[in-house]
């Protein structure tokens, strides 16, 4: 059964930084690309980025490119979105997801609210 599990997200103010994390189980991530998604209040899915296998090349959408830096410890079977420099537009559900998909899939799992407000 493939699970998915975000945490780390939090409150935090405009120009601060955040972690969040995503731990996955019953399958190796050493095998798949994965791509963190998130989902705005009254917006739709947003593609955010992508990391390829070897964790060598990743991807950004151009909204948070130079802030975000998205990684992967095969090792331990769970990838990172590191996000500095937030703005207020950041605040979302993130999901992490298997592959990528354009346009994401729906997510399965209840993600990790993200709220950056002053």
């Known amino acids: 059964q493939v699970q998915l599990v975000e945490s780390g997200g939090g409150l935090v103010q405009p120009g601060e930084s955040l972690r969040v994390s995503c731990a996955a189980s019953g399958f190796a991530i050493s095998y798949y690309y994965m791509s963190w998604v998130r989902r705005a209040p009254g917006k739709g899915l947003e593609w955010v980025s992508s990391?390829?296998?070897?964790?060598?090349?990743?991807y950004y959408a151009e909204t948070v490119k130079g802030r975000f830096t998205i990684s992967r410890d095969n090792a331990k079977n769970t990838i990172y979105l590191q996000m500095n420099n937030l703005k207020p537009d950041d605040t979302a559900v993130y999901y992490c997801?298997?592959?990528?998909?354009?346009?994401?899939?729906?997510?399965w799992g209840q993600g990790t609210q993200v709220t950056v407000s002053s």
């Open positions: 990391i390829n296998m070897g964790g060598d090349e990743s």
């Open positions: 997801q298997r592959g990528w998909d354009d346009p994401p899939r729906t997510p």
